[in-house]
């Protein structure tokens, strides 16, 4: 028992919305998943507020290009 149980981060397929997040560099499919939260000036200055300040992004696998969603998701 570690302070980190859980795996090593992997890339992985990624669904928004219902349709598989492709990054728009260079069209690979596996990405890192992190989480974020935004200060609330941050929100503000991307016409957010009111909004939870939460933020999912997806790190590509391969170029390292992020994808922002606002978390959870809203479907
Ligand atoms: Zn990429």
């Known amino acids: 028992m570690g302070l980190f149980s859980s795996k090593p981060p992997q890339a992985q397929a990624v ?3 219902g349709i598989d997040l492709k990054c728009d560099h ?3 499919d596996l990405f890192f998943q992190g989480e ?3 200060h609330s000036q ?3 200055l ?3 507020e009111g909004w939870e300040p ?4 997806y790190a590509c696998e391969r170029c ?7 978390s959870p998701e809203s479907a």
């Open 15 to 17: 669904q928004r919305a």
């Open 26 to 28: 260079c069209a690979h």
């Open 46 to 48: 991307f016409g957010l």
């Open 64 to 70: 390292g290009r992020l994808h922002w969603f606002r």
């Open 42 to 44: 941050v929100a503000t």
């Open 54 to 57: 939460n933020a999912t992004y």
């Open 36 to 38: 974020a939260q935004l």
